[in-house]
Nanobody
Framework: QVQLVESGGGLVQAGGSLRLSCAAS????????MGWLRQPPGKEREFVAG????????YYADSVKGRFTISRDNAKNTVYLQMNDLKPEDTAVYYC???????????????WGQGTQVTVSS
């Protein structure tokens, strides 16, 4: 079955950087659009970034544009989220997600990982 395993979360000070990784298995990775989503404490899950199957197209939430970069390595079945200039409001559980076909720019992905905690201290 499809498995998505996130790693790279942790505690960082405001202004710092983290790089999240998501290793995928059980699917033909290069056929799937991938996304990163997050759920801040006490709030709804929200879209952060998405990338097309080829990596040619990327999409970002306005709140992270210019600070976060999504990328993928189809040879390694892995998608990344480079997060720079982190802010306390970026604190959330971050989820990797996959969907067959076109990029999804909301939360309606078919497959989800378990999530990794990112905490940004002020």
């Amino acid at each position: 079955q499809v498995q998505l395993v996130e790693s790279g979360g942790g505690l960082v000070q405001a202004g710092g950087s983290l790089r999240l990784s998501c290793a995928a298995s059980g699917l033909t990775f290069s056929n799937y659009a991938m996304g990163w989503l997050r759920q801040p404490p006490g709030k709804e899950r929200e879209f952060v970034a998405g990338i097309s199957w080829s990596g040619d197209f990327t999409y970002y939430a306005d709140s992270v544009k210019g600070r976060f970069t999504i990328s993928r390595d189809n040879a390694k079945n892995t998608v990344y989220l480079q997060m720079n200039d982190l802010k306390p409001e970026d604190t959330a559980v971050y989820y990797c997600a996959a969907d067959l076909g076109a990029v999804v720019i909301d939360t309606s992905y078919n497959y989800w990982g378990q999530g990794t905690q990112v905490t940004v201290s002020s």
